[in-house]
């Protein structure tokens, strides 16, 4: 549940320098829905960045984050709504997809004359497959099949569902000639297992903990999408680039399915000090908050300072000034 925290301590968070080891600071992480990856991840994030007052210090075993910090990851509607969180103040961070954080940015597609220009990346973190999930034994030969069908086309405030409409519409599909439905993973995993919907998107880093559930009870299939199709996407959504979810990611589901995906970012306000995000970026990547990684969710294995920058360069979104401290005392950037 979102929730917001004093007003008051939320500034004493943003304070810098000097002031990053004296009292708790609070840092508030947007993720996702509590049955997607953003959600674990954020909250493996959090726990590798935060050092609140009074812990052990690193040394000794304790934490090994931002001296003070307190950093907390909230299920939120994703993407789209952790973009507009951080510009308008309402988060210090969220986890968004390159697609819509870029033409939230710049103010484009769907967000025309609306920019957001207080985002800012910390990290590429890993990519993010779209997940088209169909009920046990069914199979579509493209998205124009979906016409006339009960459709999950993901939250309302996800990156997901401006991408999914998009995508839709090269095969001429819409909300005009599908019976849509707004849900998030876990609804639309429990829906489609019930017979209400047919097929659901999904945007996540496998395997995906709601859609563990489904395969291994009702079960589910996934669309593999052809090379052609992938082409054809990519050319009318950049930031989806072809990728695959390998066979075994979910029981039952024994091929290959070959897919778009998204690249998953950190991203913070441009209000936030250069010495605060250099402070967080610096504790992103220390040996402690790898091991966190390594032992969570799937996806923080691929989490790697050496995919760091992976396509930031030709996103269009600025690094923030104090990541790029980082990653220029790193040696990864001049």
Not at 79 to 94: D, I, M, P
Not at 127 to 146: F, Q, R, W
Not at 184 to 198: F, H, K, M, T, V
Not at 244 to 270: C, F, H, N, Q, R
Request: with cysteine; aromatic share 8%; net charge negative.
């Amino acid at each position: 549940m979102f929730y917001r925290l004093a007003v008051a301590a939320i500034a004493a968070s943003l304070t810098a320098g000097t002031a990053l080891a004296e009292d708790p600071k609070f840092f508030r992480i947007g993720t996702g829905s509590a049955g997607g990856t953003y959600f674990p991840i954020g909250g493996t994030i959090a726990n590798g960045i935060s050092a609140p007052p009074g812990s052990r210090p690193c040394d000794k075993g304790g934490q090994c984050g931002v001296p003070g910090l307190i950093a907390i990851a909230q299920s939120t509607t994703a993407s789209v709504f952790n973009n507009a969180a951080v510009q308008n103040g309402e988060l210090e961070a969220g986890l968004a997809g390159a697609y819509s954080t870029r033409d939230m940015y710049l103010g484009e597609g769907k967000f025309e004359g609306k920019p957001h220009p207080k985002l800012r990346v910390v990290a590429n973190l890993y990519p993010e497959d779209l997940h088209l999930v169909l009920a046990k034994g069914t199979k579509i030969n493209d998205l124009g099949d979906l016409k006339g069908k009960r459709v999950g086309i993901a939250q309302a405030g996800s990156g997901t569902q401006v991408a999914v409409e998009a995508m839709l519409g090269l095969w001429g599909v819409s909300r005009d000639n599908i019976d849509e439905a707004e849900l998030n993973n876990s609804q639309s995993a429990e829906r489609l297992a019930d017979g209400q919907i047919d097929a659901y998107f999904y945007a996540a880093g496998w395997p995906v903990s709601a859609m563990v559930q489904l395969a291994t009870t009702k079960g589910m299939d996934l669309h593999s999408f052809t090379d052609e199709d992938m082409a054809k996407i990519n050319a009318a959504v950049p930031a989806y680039i072809p990728s695959m979810i390998p066979a075994g990611a979910y029981e039952g589901v024994d091929y290959d399915a070959k897919t778009p995906a998204v690249s998953a970012l950190l991203v913070v306000s441009s209000d936030l000090s250069e010495d605060f995000v250099y402070a967080i970026t610096k504790a992103l990547w220390n040996d402690n908050t790898r091991k966190l990684l390594d032992n969570g969710h799937a996806k923080g294995k691929q989490i790697t300072l050496d995919t760091a920058l992976d396509g930031v360069a030709a996103l269009g979104v600025p690094l923030h000034d104090g990541a790029k401290k980082f990653y220029k005392e790193a040696g990864m950037m001049e």
